[in-house]
Every structure is written in structure tokens, then in C-alpha cells.
């Protein structure tokens, strides 16, 4: 497991931060790419939050924000739909238009950014329920689920891993 260390409380909180946004991220998109359906992943981080043992109070607090968030998530996951199949569309015409697809581009990239916002505001919401313990075992969980995927078949020496990369012959 790696550990932190560090004397600086803002980095150990910014690590804690980008944890519970991974996590949220994961469990608010259901998949990784926008038009799909609900994955495997729908749910994570309900589940690490059920592994962790909350008090039936603070889960039902944490699990109101998760649901009060979600009519914005879907709302802005149909939003990023819409323009990736606008953005399909201009890249299928003939000839391209270059700066409506930059614009399009601008589109998307606006729509991303509202979005994960969203998802850190409801992090930070999440967060404050919970005690230092807890933030500390949530991390622990989720950085022991980054190391697995790493390892499993998504990540280095899965399937389709090319192996390191090799010089290039000048």
C-alpha cells in the first residue's frame, strides 16, 4: 500500500480529495465513457461507504446527498451525451468544419468541467459527514482499488499491455 508522508495537512487532504473524487466520479458516471449504459461500476461508492461501517445515521445522511446529487449528474452525463454526438456528427460531414468542431470541442471540455465540479461539491459534502477515521479508511480502500486495477486487466501486464516501451531506431 503506498503511504503519504507528509507534514503538510493540505497535501494529505488534497490525496483524500482526489480519492473521494475518483470514487464519486465512478460511482456518479456508472461508466467511463458517455452514451453507454449502467456498468459495473454503478454503485462503487456506495459500496466502499457500506464496507467502511458508518453509524445508520451518518450513511443515511451521506446516502441523501448521493441521491439529492443525482437528478444534476444524469442531467449533465445526457448534456456530455448530446455533444459527443454533436461533435460525431461535424466530424462525419464533408468537408469538416475546423472551428465548429473546436467550438464543439469548447462545448464538451465546458459541460466535463460543470460537471466534475458538481461531483467535488458533493465530495466535499460527503467528506464533512464523515470522521478523520473514516476519510482515512476510505482512502486506504480507495487506493487499494487503484493499486488492483493497476494490476488487473485494465492496467500494466493486462490484456493488450504492450509490454515497456522500446527504443525507436533513429
Known sequence: MLRIRSRNPSELGLALALALTLALGLASAGTAHPGMGPGP???????????????????????????????????????????????????DAEPVDEAAVMSQADKIGALMTASHKQELRTMIQV????????????????????????????????PGAQGPPQAQAN
Open 41 to 91: 461500476r454503478e454503485g462503487f461508492f456506495e459500496r466502499k461507504l457500506d464496507s467502511l461501517g458508518l453509524a445508520p445515521e451518518t450513511r443515511a445522511a451521506v446516502q441523501k446527498l448521493l441521491d439529492d446529487a443525482r437528478p444534476t449528474r444524469e442531467a449533465a452525463r445526457q448534456q456530455i451525451r448530446q455533444a459527443h454526438d454533436a461533435m460525431k456528427a461535424l466530424l
Open 127 to 158: 467528506r464533512a459527514l464523515l470522521s478523520p477515521e473514516e476519510r482515512t479508511r476510505l482512502e486506504q480502500m480507495m487506493q487499494e482499488h487503484r493499486e488492483g486495477w493497476h494490476r488487473g486487466p485494465h492496467g500494466p501486464g493486462g
